[in-house]
């Protein structure tokens, strides 16, 4: 791994900025979320470079940063919580190509925080529970719940069932 | 598809969809340090502070009454009730049509704008056997016939097609896009040479993902929100009789409304700045009134949309008019709202309801009601500025129903 001495965050910052907020955009599932949550998290780990840049794994500090924020941020602002922007209905041009599964992208964007990302975790960042639990600071047991339920809710959703047609 | 692997496409989808950090993102990252510092420092003051007045607290008895708590919506000022909305056939009698749900080869297609009442702009989205995605046409839907106006597909390469379309003034414009590759199109809508009006300068790894786009009063004008690089992200603009592409001075950080109008708007639920307009013909600017505080607010000239903790809110860019119970999506043509309702539905939870448009002039709110008997529905608003919404059932995709808002008076 390349050696972050002599400073080193600009170095970093240029790297890998680009794919911490692509990863910041999965698990908040909105551009100025990702951004807020990604600025933040390397706003933390400027004011502990000097001390992490002796362990050499930077990256890891701020997307395990990333997820605990994301969650803790979303539980204080729950009331204000929205689905993405203000939302745009049916097939528009710039909207990612989800296909079948705009209704599901939907009803992941509106699962409570934690349950998004744990399946964020889980099925984007390719982490076992173990790891996972790691990542939140929780058990493999919570983790599992977690999981669980966010899989039941999304397959019990109004959103999917609505939009996706299984019932009108 | 297992729900598990529909999740891991859709997380890998929007990760694709995401933007790359901009030329002032570096400059976020020293605000948040600057911010974090700031709170520590206020967070020390306030320990003291509250030291202090819990001390003075235990030695003075006073008459305390509780804060009053502030609701940061306004009182009611609604100039009319909401209605409840209808079926579109019942609110606006003779703007409906029913379209062939395929093209006569069979093919599949979007409804992309309105030349006449007959006439369609659409653009084909199946694959080969019955034709390649990118192709536009001319519909004719009296004659159940088509007229191919563009080819715009890439031998091998399957990202790359169009992503755009509008139709006005005899013209037909649309953005083609491919991997590092786009570009900005005209063609006459009787067919002819396409002429390219600019290329698009793109993100080293991927073409417009997002942008908009209008043919109005002899120009064509485009807004790229993402996947398109340059220091200067604004909207551009170029005659229809030729000529440069040039981009409108003070529009950075702008996309399309009701042209010439340019707006910025607020996306952040945390934002508090109020949108801005520019007309692009005068450079007047207009700044839009606050009737909540904080939130996400998009505008259009005269009206807008804003979205809290309570659902979906319509105001005017003055901030009176305040009205509850709307649908919440997109203002077309300063006078449409093209979307759907949404109120919570608990805690974290929004509940979607049927496509609606609501009509700012009128009041009157047309929508696509579920009927059990036809199966689930697919819609789509065309896209950008076109007046149209389209959708087809499930137990009947042999056919489109469209509501043709070019008619409406």
């Not at chain 2, 967070?43 to 819990?54: H, I, K, M």
């Not at chain 2, 790359?160 to 509008?166: C, D, I, K, Q, W």
């Not at chain 2, 809508?189 to 997002?210: E, H, W």
Request: net charge positive; proline share 8%.
């Amino acid at each position: 791994m390349r050696d972050l001495t002599d400073d080193g965050f600009e170095e970093f910052f240029r790297l890998r900025s680009a794919a911490l907020l692509r990863y910041g955009h999965v698990l908040t599932g909105s551009p100025h979320d990702a951004a807020d949550l990604t600025q933040e998290a390397l706003a933390r780990l400027r004011e502990a470079w000097p001390r992490l840049r002796q362990r050499q794994d930077p990256e890891g500090y701020v997307r395990v940063t990333m997820a605990r924020l994301h969650v803790s941020w979303w539980r204080r602002r729950r009331r204000e919580r929205l689905v993405r922007d203000v939302p745009d209905a049916g097939y528009r041009d710039g909207e990612p190509d989800l296909g079948p599964d705009r209704a599901l992208a939907r009803a992941l964007a509106a699962l409570p925080p934690r349950q998004r990302t744990v399946l964020v975790l889980r099925y984007y960042a390719d982490q076992s529970d173990a790891e996972i639990a790691e990542t939140l600071g929780v058990s493999t047991i919570t983790v599992r719940s977690n999981a669980s339920r966010a899989l039941a809710k999304l397959r019990l959703s109004p959103e999917v069932t609505t939009l996706e047609g299984t019932t009108p | 598809m297992k729900i598990e692997e529909r999740i891991t496409h859709i997380f890998g989808t929007e990760a694709d969809a995401a933007p790359l950090p901009g030329p002032t993102f570096r400059a976020g990252v020293d605000r948040h340090v600057q911010r974090r510092r700031t709170r520590r420092h206020t967070v020390r003051a306030l320990g003291v502070a509250t030291l202090v007045l819990g001390l003075a607290g235990t030695w003075l008895a006073v008459d305390r009454h509780p804060a009053a708590v502030t609701d940061p919506r306004p009182a009611t000022t609604s100039e009319a009730p909401t209605p409840a909305p209808r079926p579109f056939a019942e609110v606006w009698p003779g703007t409906t049509r029913t379209l062939p749900g395929r093209l006569p080869d069979g093919g599949e297609y979007a409804i992309r704008a309105v030349l006449d009442p007959d006439t369609y702009v659409v653009s084909r989205t199946g694959t080969v056997p019955a034709g390649p995605a990118g192709e536009v046409l001319v519909l004719d839907n009296a004659r159940h016939t088509t007229r191919s106006l563009v080819r715009a597909t890439r031998p091998g390469d399957d990202s790359f097609g169009v992503v755009a379309v509008a139709a006005a003034e005899g013209q037909v414009a649309y953005v083609t896009s491919g991997v590092g590759t786009g570009a900005v199109w005209l063609v006459p809508v009787t067919g002819g040479s396409p002429r390219k009006v600019a290329d698009l300068a793109l993100t080293a790894d991927q073409g417009p993902r997002d942008i908009e786009l209008v043919i109005a009063a002899g120009d064509v004008a485009w807004s790229p929100t993402s996947g398109v690089t340059g220091a200067r992200p604004g909207v551009w603009r170029a005659a229809l009789s030729g000529g440069p592409a040039r981009m409108v001075p003070g529009s950075e950080g702008m996309t399309l409304t009701a042209w010439p109008w340019l707006v910025a708007n607020a996306h952040d639920q945390k934002a508090t700045a109020p949108p801005t307009l520019l007309n692009a013909d005068t450079g007047e600017r207009r700044t839009a009134v606050r009737a909540v505080p904080v939130g996400p607010l998009t505008c259009s000239p005269s009206w807008c949309l804003g979205l809290d903790s309570s659902g979906p809110y319509l105001q005017r860019l003055d901030g009176t008019g305040f009205r509850t119970g709307v649908p919440t999506g997109t203002i077309v043509a300063d006078r449409f709202v093209f979307g759907f309702s949404m109120t919570p539905a608990g805690p974290d939870q929004w509940r979607f309801g049927d496509p609606e448009v609501y009509d700012l002039g009128t009041g009157r709110r047309g929508v696509v009601r579920s009927r059990t008997d036809n199966g689930h529905r697919t819609w789509s608003y065309g896209g950008g500025s076109a007046l149209l919404l389209y959708w087809s059932w499930e137990q009947r995709p042999d056919t489109y129903e469209i509501v043709d808002f070019t008619l409406i008076r």
